[in-house]
């Protein structure tokens, strides 16, 4: 066990070391992937090191590498090696944090977290939780907490359920809605305002024309960055209206929620802590690998409410007073201690170490717009917000119908170079180029080269006999 393990180690130490050198994203088509691997499950085993091999050389390189400096694409996930090592440690002991009794001790640990998460965001101390798959699975376990307490048993009135959001929340809300029953026409996508936040004035007057039709507000989501452009509802406002109407108030934190950390970021997520749940993803801004999300809600026994059951099978495992399975606040039995991988990262770098890095992936972002308006050619679509920075190639005399076409090839362009991963979105239908800065091995280099590779790349596409040079001006 210890060589077996000792070569994964260096596996991995020597991938992380070296991912400079490596292409920041690299992919296969299915054709190609199918032809990669022996398809047969053996009858008989193979050696270890041969295996570790084939997927060292043969299998992992083709993928997009989340950790590396150049990957600015989606929202990375940059996690520290303390809190990979968490996570080797909570499967190596393989717990069972679904129940109390048998992971108490690592259960323990995912209270503590929770608390952290939940002194973090400001919210009540009876406030609590669990640690998810992921956003949308903490932004699904909401939804149908909420669905519970709303219709409190009678069926019915899942028809009449409506659910209110900018239109820039994340699809994983909207898909909770559905999974929850709420007919798809009823999930309203409100109009967002100039800065991409959901209209107040246009929230209560949805709400009352539904209320009006005999309908039922369900809940409205409050996105507290955005994975547009990391914009943030506001808050306060938005729970003032919820308290009024009585309707849930669930905040998708996701992508913005530990900027919490930071003096900035307390700022902008000022009124977070009024919901009535909040989604967190430490795979995102805390630094921990995939899977890990986790949703905070100001009374978690809506969720028990929801999500309690009782089989004759786990009668001796039913928690005491003071005790919490897992189990009763959402859909997994069978869980991991997630909790594992975030206590030791936290714990290991503290948090002004994290708030560090945060504030440095949001002054990287700053960087990025102040050098895209410096550039000749390139603009800002959105300006930086948390860390996320929306931008394109708009070369003069470019005829405003190719803009679209001419920035999809500037994408494919940079990232098929290599060195840097960024994506694209649609923001008011306009095709930008969109980068997400997180990871704490991306440096001011990367910001730079970054922009001269996309002014490059707009200069070699858009015709090298434009009047106007797009070169960048660093
Ligand atoms: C704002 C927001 N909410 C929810 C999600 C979904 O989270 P996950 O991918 O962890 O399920 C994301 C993912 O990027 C997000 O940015």
């Known amino acids: 066990m210890r060589r077996l ?24 088509n299915r054709p190609d992937a199918m032809r990669l691997i022996d398809r047969r499950a053996p009858a008989q085993g193979t050696d270890f090191e041969a295996l570790l091999a084939t997927l060292r050389d043969d299998v992992f390189p083709h ?20 809190a990979v090592l968490g996570d080797w440690l909570a499967t190596g002991f393989n717990f069972f944090a679904g129940v109390w009794p048998v992971a108490a001790g690592p259960n323990e640990i995912e209270l503590v977290v929770l608390d952290w998460f939940r ?26 907490a909420a669905r519970h307490r709303a219709t409190a048993g009678d069926a019915s009135i899942i028809a009449k359920l409506t659910v209110y959001a900018s239109d820039q929340v994340h699809s994983s809300v909207t898909r909770a809605a559905w999974l929850a029953g709420v007919p798809r026409e009823h999930v309203r996508s409100l109009p967002s305002d100039d800065e991409f936040r959901l209209r107040v004035d246009t929230l209560q007057d949805a709400i009352a024309r539904d209320r009006a039709l005999g309908l039922t507000p369900l809940m409205v989501v409050a996105s507290a960055g955005t994975t547009n452009t990391g914009s943030v509802d506001p808050m306060h406002e938005i729970a003032e209206l919820c308290a009024d109407e009585d309707v849930w108030m669930h905040v998708d934190a996701a992508y913005g929620g530990f900027a919490v950390l930071t003096e900035s970021g307390r700022r ?46 786990l009668a001796d495992v039913q928690s005491g007073h003071e005790a919490v399975n897992f189990a009763d606040y959402g859909e997994q039995l069978t869980r991991y201690s997630r909790a ?6 936290v714990r290991y770098f503290g948090t002004d170490a994290i708030r560090d890095a945060i504030d440095r992936g949001m002054a990287l972002a700053r960087r990025l717009e102040q050098r895209v308006r410096e550039t000749p050619g390139l603009e800002i679509v959105s300006p930086a917000r948390f860390g996320i920075v929306c931008f394109r190639a708009r070369p003069a005399h470019v005829d405003p119908a190719d803009l679209d076409a001419l920035n999809e090839r500037v994408l494919a362009r940079v990232v098929g170079e290599g060195r840097y991963f960024i994506s694209s979105t649609r923001l008011r239908g306009a095709f930008s180029l969109r980068a997400c800065i997180l990871g704490f091995r991306t440096a001011e280099e990367d910001i730079d080269g970054l922009v001269r590779a996309v002014a490059d790349a707009a200069h070699d596409l858009h015709g090298a006999g434009s009047a106007h040079p797009t070169r960048v001006a660093t």
């Open 63 to 82: 993928a997009a590498r989340e950790p590396h400096p150049g990957f600015i694409a989606y929202v990375p996930s940059c996690p520290t090696f303390p």
């Open 119 to 144: 002194q973090w965001l400001g919210m009540p101390e009876s406030a609590g939780g669990l640690l998810t798959s992921g956003g949308s699975g903490a932004n699904l376990t909401a939804m149908i």
């Open 268 to 313: 902008a997520l000022g009124g977070i802590e009024r919901a009535d749940s909040v989604t967190l993803d430490p795979h995102k801004w805390l630094f921990v690998p995939f899977e890990c999300g986790c949703l905070l809600v100001r009374d978690p026994h809506r969720l028990k409410a929801a999500f309690q059951i009782f089989p004759e099978y």
């Open 5 to 28: 393990g000792h070569l994964v180690a260096d596996t991995v130490a020597q991938h992380l070391s070296t991912l400079r050198e490596q292409p920041a994203y690299a992919t296969l």
């Open 340 to 345: 594992v991988k975030v206590w030791m990262s």
